[in-house]
């Protein structure tokens, strides 16, 4: 038996760039693992099933730690139990993390030998999302979001995150985002690394990177879900040095100064099911 743990994850930089022929959009996309951890546990089976604790997980064979079990060695089955504490369709990577903790689990269960290249690379056919839940730590990811690079940061920042009762459509939101773009003539610019957000990271300034926090998808977000705008001003208003929809949503991230600060943020926030702080960067999916 094999327990994988796995961390969330937030957007600090989400540059969407056109619309690819695939479907896709291409992206800059600086990821940051945050300590609120999936756990994923492998044990022997004659078929894939998945069994979660979470009622709104999928478990059939779209589940993507299924899908990562098949993707892995085709015809094997294996018993994965997911337990979960990162939001279900929270735009947090979920989903992802799940995959890459199953891609973890199985290779060792199974005694594949599998490179973490190589379980990189298997991860990305799965989901944009997945490569970076493999690696963890602060990154930046091109392409879909798949192709890494890490990121110099210094130190640790400190996080609150409001969690939203229901989730938002990942299609449906980058659908949105380019809806508003088409109706406003904003053409999708070709995006690259903000460059006051890497000197952030680095410095470990925590007040220059809230100011330097984007999402383009944020706006799309909010126009699917109107109740976000209130829930960042009240953080805003609460004294965040930086506030933004996570990823797709509908989770909102606030930065705080430290950890009783981000304490106090969550105690105070009103808007949403529930606040809960956690700290960046922890490395991604690992044996536990
Ligand atoms: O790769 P993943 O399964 O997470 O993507 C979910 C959906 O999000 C895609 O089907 C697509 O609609 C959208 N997406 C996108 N551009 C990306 C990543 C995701 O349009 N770079």
Not at 9 to 26: A, E, I
Not at 104 to 113: K, S
Not at 228 to 252: K, N, Q
């Amino acid at each position: 038996m094999i327990t994988v743990r796995v961390p969330a994850k937030v957007n600090l930089q989400l540059s969407v760039g056109p619309l690819r022929d695939d479907g896709f959009h291409d992206l800059v996309n600086v990821f940051h693992a945050v300590s609120l951890f999936d756990e994923v546990t492998a044990s022997e089976s004659d078929r894939v099933e998945v069994v979660c604790d979470h009622a709104d997980v999928p478990l059939g064979d779209d589940n993507l730690a299924a899908r990562a079990a098949h993707a892995l060695a085709p015809g094997r089955g294996v018993r994965l139990e997911i337990s979960k504490n990162i939001p279900v369709a929270g735009g947090m990577a979920g989903g992802s993390a799940d995959a890459a903790a199953a891609l973890v689990a199985c290779n060792a269960l199974w005694n594949l030998g599998r490179t973490p290249g190589e379980l990189m690379e298997i991860g990305g056919t799965l989901g944009s999302d997945v490569p970076f839940a493999l690696l963890g730590g602060t990154a930046v990811g091109t392409g879909r979001g798949e192709h890494l690079t890490p990121v110099d940061t210094s130190g640790t920042f400190h996080w609150v995150f409001a969690l939203a009762d229901g989730g938002l459509s990942t299609p449906q939101v980058y659908g949105e985002c380019d809806r508003i773009r088409e109706a406003t003539g904003e053409a999708a610019v070709w995006p690259s690394l903000s460059e006051p957000l890497a000197k952030a990271l680095a410095d470990g300034n925590a007040p220059a990177l809230g100011g330097a926090l984007v999402n383009d998808l944020q706006p799309a977000a909010i126009m699917l879900r109107r109740s976000l705008h209130r829930t960042l001003e009240e953080g805003r208003e609460l004294g965040a040095l930086g506030a933004l929809v996570s990823g797709s949503g509908p989770t909102c991230a606030f930065l705080a100064a430290d950890e009783t600060h981000a304490r106090e943020i969550a105690v105070a926030l009103t808007g949403c099911r529930e606040a809960v702080i956690a700290h960046g960067p922890v490395p991604g999916a690992v044996i536990v």
